[in-house]
């Protein structure tokens, strides 16, 4: 899929598809906690949901300490 075509999430809609509060992703956002990239829509932060799908890949542990 290009990610031109990839849904937009709000960053509701994303916080609750990665199971985060809104305001933990804005945090995250401010701070560059994670490389979770955003797209602005006006004043509107938006999600990719194949972004997020990516980051919760990225950060998928077999076990403490071993990434897949």
Same mark, same amino acid.
């Given at each position: ?22 305001? &933990?992703?804005? $945090?995250?956002? =401010? !701070? ?5 990239? &955003?797209?602005? $829509?006006?004043? =509107? !932060? ?13 950060r998928t542990q ?5 990434a897949l």
């Open positions: 899929m290009s990610t031109h075509s990839a849904p937009l999430l709000t960053r509701r809609e994303a916080a609750e598809f990665l199971g985060v509060k809104p305001q &933990t992703l804005a $945090v995250w956002h =401010s !701070v560059g906690r994670y490389d979770l990239p &955003t797209i602005k $829509v006006g004043k =509107s !932060v938006r999600y990719r949901q194949s972004d997020l799908e990516n980051f919760c890949t990225e077999r076990h403490s300490g071993e």
